[in-house]
């Protein structure tokens, strides 16, 4: 499964990542598929290999991936040559950063997510994690990148007890040969449920709500900032602002997006 940014004319072609990070886990991983074996998500089927998603090829096979023709702030689909309705139809700013998405959130990529945030499934973590690494590449330069999830309020975060985001941001790092970063930044607010809020509440309800952590000089840095799911982009938007107010430039990367 691959995904691409649009790629504008005379543009160099992106590098790829030069750095697998991760694979002196994946012997683990395959020990622990043998010992401990994984189901898929969305069907319940045991799973008997490793795969790019954490789900069976059935399922694999029903994903609704994003394809080349993208929006290049939002990263939604653009069908047809059109322009982006959502970045032009007033409703929303314009993204003061790129964020791409690896899938559409629903069917069984949303089953993934959703069994591994709420339903128990915390080993899934490590496969979504991986799953961001194509999206990442095609802004990879020289820089090493530093990767920051999008924090949970401590409050949320003692009750849950892991961080989906986190988890996955670590294993990016890790496949990227990058740094992970969890205390970049805070989550000083706890919100509501973004569920049943339009889009402008959706805005409303976390801004201000991060603030940057213990961190460095953050100009001319590459960040990546991860999610697991991206609906307006609100919480993305008001949790990469005080990294672009340090002077990173940052990029969002979620495995799904809704649209």
């Known amino acids: 499964m691959t995904t691409t940014?649009?790629?504008?004319?005379?543009?160099?072609?992106?590098?790829?990542?030069?750095?697998?990070?991760?694979?002196p886990f994946i012997v683990f991983e395959r020990l622990g598929a043998v010992l401990f074996p994984m189901s898929c998500p969305a069907c319940r089927r045991f799973l008997g290999r490793i795969e790019s998603w954490p789900l069976c090829g059935e399922c694999l096979t029903r994903v609704e991936c994003t394809g080349a023709a993208i929006?290049?702030?939002?990263?939604?689909?653009?069908?047809?040559?059109?322009?982006?309705?959502?970045?032009?139809?007033?409703?929303?700013?314009?993204?003061?950063?790129?964020?791409?998405?690896?899938?559409?959130?629903?069917?069984?990529?949303?089953?993934?997510?959703?069994?591994?945030k709420s339903g128990g499934r915390a080993d899934l973590a490590a496969w979504l994690g991986r799953t961001?690494?194509?999206?990442?590449?095609?802004?990879?330069?020289?820089?090493?990148?530093?990767?920051?999830?999008?924090?949970?309020?401590?409050?949320?975060?003692?009750?849950?007890?892991?961080?989906?985001?986190?988890?996955?941001?670590?294993r990016l790092a890790l496949k990227l040969g990058g740094?992970?970063?969890?205390?970049?930044?805070?989550?000083?607010?706890?919100?509501?449920?973004q569920v049943g809020r339009d889009w402008n509440q959706r805005w409303e309800n976390v801004a201000g709500a991060f603030v940057r952590g213990r961190a460095p000089s953050l100009a001319g840095r590459l960040v990546f900032l991860v999610d697991d799911v991206a609906t307006s982009?609100?919480?993305?938007?008001?949790?990469?602002?005080?990294?672009l107010d340090a002077g990173a430039e940052v990029v969002g990367l979620t495995v799904a997006r809704v649209w």
């Open 5 to 23: 940014r649009a790629v504008e004319a005379g543009e160099t072609p992106p590098r790829r990542a030069r750095f697998d990070g991760d694979r």
């Open 71 to 116: 929006c290049a702030g939002c990263g939604r689909p653009l069908h047809g040559g059109e322009a982006c309705k959502s970045c032009g139809d007033g409703r929303l700013p314009p993204p003061a950063f790129p964020i791409r998405s690896a899938a559409r959130y629903a069917g069984p990529a949303k089953e993934a997510i959703v069994a591994a």
């Open 132 to 170: 961001l690494a194509p999206l990442a590449e095609p802004f990879l330069d020289a820089r090493r990148p530093d990767v920051v999830p999008v924090p949970l309020h401590p409050a949320k975060l003692a009750l849950r007890g892991w961080s989906l985001p986190d988890r996955m941001a670590r």
């Open 179 to 193: 740094r992970f970063r969890p205390a970049w930044l805070e989550r000083i607010r706890e919100t509501p449920t």
């Open 233 to 243: 982009g609100s919480t993305l938007a008001a949790a990469g602002a005080p990294l």
